[in-house]
Antibody
Framework: QVTLKESGPVLVKPTETLTLTCTVS??????????VSWIRQPPGKALEWLAH???????SYFRSLRNRLTISKDTAKSQVVLTMTNMDPVDTATYYC??????????????WGQGTMVTVSS | SYELTQPPSVSVSPGQTATITCSGD??????VCWYQQKPGQSPVVVIY???KRPSGIPERISGSNSGNTATLTISGTQTMDEADYYC??????????FGGGTKLTVL
């Protein structure tokens, strides 16, 4: 069974750095057809893609947040990590990790984690 | 940056056909996915590559994409179809793009 599970702090203060971990099971992050994205959703609002990491360690970022985001992976631990610097209350959202299967950037996110809610407040 | 536009809400009577649109510049030249998200749950892909259904998605859910508009069609709509629906595409300069979402109400 393929699963993804997000973990990280529930509450962060403004200006702090957020670190989220996505632990995957049922597939390998070294599989050439697998990649993992981070996607967030502010309360009551739409989905917003943040970053993606491919099996070959290539990365892509949402242009508007590129300077604040870093995505990385530890294949041996089956984990994908996202860091976001200089957090602001507008970053309050549920953060999802999702698997993309296929060799094209147009392929769908076929499996999603349950999401983790992060609140930014002093 | 590339944008996808969806109507905020669509209402349909049970048994009728629901149509949800997604508009973007030359969207027909890109592949579109559709996700269903029920309250408190994670999104689930219901259509990918414009028209394909993942296993387990009923045949009454279909998709099309041409020109500047992609369309999600749900035939014989049921109360279980009530959810938010998001279109998604990939743009070479923007990356992964989601539409603003459409709340489907079955009443």
């Amino acid at each position: 069974q393929v699963t993804l599970k997000e973990s990280g702090p529930v509450l962060v203060k403004p200006t702090e750095t957020l670190t989220l971990t996505c632990t995957v099971s049922g597939f390998s992050l070294s599989n050439a057809r697998m990649g993992v994205s981070w996607i967030r959703q502010p309360p009551g609002k739409a989905l917003e893609w943040l970053a993606h990491i491919y099996s070959n360690d290539e990365k892509s970022y949402f242009r508007s947040l590129r300077n604040r985001l870093t995505i990385s992976k530890d294949t041996a631990k089956s984990q994908v990590v996202l860091t976001m610097t200089n957090m602001d209350p507008v970053d309050t959202a549920t953060y999802y990790c999702a698997r993309r299967t296929g060799s094209s950037a147009s392929d769908p996110f076929d499996i999603w984690g349950q999401g983790t809610m992060v609140t930014v407040s002093s | 940056s590339y944008e996808l536009t969806q109507p905020p809400s669509v209402s349909v009577s049970p048994g009728q056909t629901a149509t949800i649109t997604c508009s973007g510049d030359k969207l027909g030249d890109k592949y579109v996915c559709w996700y269903q998200q029920k309250p408190g749950q994670s999104p689930v892909v219901v259509i990918y590559q414009d028209t394909k259904r993942p296993s387990g998605i009923p045949e009454r859910i279909s998709g099309s994409n041409s020109g500047n508009t992609a369309t999600l069609t749900i035939s014989g709509t049921q109360t279980m179809d009530e959810a938010d629906y998001y279109c998604q595409a990939w743009d070479s300069s923007t990356g992964v793009v989601f539409g603003g979402g459409t709340k489907l109400t079955v009443l």
